[in-house]
């Protein structure tokens, strides 16, 4: 049980304030509650492994998970099926084009899932990170609409994957490919996947501890980044009946 001495530890009051040290997470790897979603709060947490995840309407709870999920660029499992829908082409995919569009898209209702944890803050907090060169999205389109995407905050070489969506089959997977390839182009180390699921298992996912992710992430962080916005420089779907106008 944590006492109020934990508990005050943990507590951000001051927007200077660091994060605690990520020995006094909790099993759930939660690292500390309060403070504010500023790009320099967020930039600090990244730097650090740690990111921001509650519910809409909630103090902010940050978390570094322990074991910590990655997935390295050039490890990206590829079934027949996804290599397929990658192959056939009948798309376009872009970068940082739209990516309001894909956080608004990542924050709707799913199926068997009730609500979200992308809020109306989180959407405002990390677009002013887009604006600053440090979140990035991948976009999907078919006939010029937006159909699949995700998004995450980059540092150095290390990227932190934070949603997917797709509105038609297989296009969350089309974007993650297509990020994976010009990531691993990149030289970027490892993507964050941050808590494991059964889909991104899948996908190639593996659960490392956290000290061995922080020693990966670290080293990655630590190189020169790309900020601004991105394109891909390797060569890609772009068909223009497909792509946005």
């Known amino acids: 049980m944590t006492d109020a001495s934990d508990l005050m530890r943990l507590y951000l009051a001051e927007p200077d304030q660091p994060f605690p040290s990520l020995e006094l997470a909790d ?43 990655i997935l390295l660029p050039t490890a990206l499992r590829v079934t027949k099926s996804h290599r397929r829908a990658v192959a056939i082409a009948d798309y376009a995919v872009t970068m940082d084009r739209a990516f309001a569009e894909v956080m608004a898209h990542c924050a709707g209702p799913r199926a068997k899932e009730e609500g979200t944890w992308i809020g109306d803050d989180m959407r405002a907090a990390y677009l002013r990170l887009h604006r600053l060169g440090h979140a990035h999205s991948v976009e999907v389109w078919r006939d010029g609409e937006l159909v699949g995407g995700l998004y995450g905050v980059a540092l150095g070489r290390s990227f932190a994957g934070e949603s997917m969506f797709s509105r038609a089959r297989d296009t969350s997977k089309i974007a993650l490919y297509w990020l994976c390839t010009q990531l691993a ?35 990655a962080a630590a190189r020169p980044g790309i900020v601004g916005p991105w394109q891909f420089e390797i060569p890609v779907p772009n068909s223009p009946g497909h792509s946005p106008d």
Do not use: K
């Open 27 to 69: 099993p759930s790897g939660l690292v500390a509650f309060g403070g504010d979603l500023s790009a320099q709060r967020l930039l600090a947490a990244y730097s650090a492994g740690i990111f921001p995840w509650y519910n809409p309407g909630e103090m902010i709870h940050w978390y570094s998970p322990d074991p910590r999920s």
């Open 185 to 219: 182009d990149w030289e970027f180390a490892l993507i964050d996947c941050q808590m494991t699921t059964d889909h991104l298992a899948s996908l190639g996912a593996v659960d490392v501890p956290r000290a061995e992710y922080l020693r990966l992430h670290g080293a």
